[in-house]
Nanobody, 122 residues
Framework: QVQLVESGGGLVQAGGSLRLSCVASGRTFSTSAMGWFRQGPGKEREFVATIDWLARTNYADSVKGRFTISRDKAKNTVYLQMNSLKPEDTAVYYC????????????????WGQGTQVTVSS
């Protein structure tokens, strides 16, 4: 059974940083894309960042230059370093893993974590 477990969320002041982690178990995702999505209060889920099987990255315009996605294939783990956080970054952040080597849209991801709350105070 595949499981994705996120950690690292919390409450931080605007301008601060957080590092989210997502550990996958049940299968290896070394040849798969992994990504982060988020859902803010009253909003639909949106794409944040993705990293493909060759470690190429893609980001939503709203987080470019502030967030960095990375992965450790040996640990089956993906990270999201979030710097210069803004109140509008407040959301539940979800880790996702695809069966494909490259994926961006949410529909291309087959596995999802339960989410971790990130709250940025002004």
């Amino acid at each position: 059974q595949v499981q994705l477990v996120e950690s690292g969320g919390g409450l931080v002041q605007a301008g601060g940083s957080l590092r989210l982690s997502c550990v996958a178990s049940g299968r290896t995702f070394s040849t798969s894309a992994m990504g982060w999505f988020r859902q803010g209060p009253g909003k639909e889920r949106e794409f944040v960042a993705t990293i493909d099987w060759l470690a190429r990255t893609n980001y939503a315009d709203s987080v470019k230059g502030r967030f960095t996605i990375s992965r450790d294939k040996a640990k089956n783990t993906v990270y999201l370093q979030m710097n210069s956080l803004k109140p509008e970054d407040t959301a539940v952040y979800y880790c996702a893993a695809s069966a494909r080597p490259i994926a961006t849209a949410g529909a291309e991801y087959s596995y999802w974590g339960q989410g971790t709350q990130v709250t940025v105070s002004s």
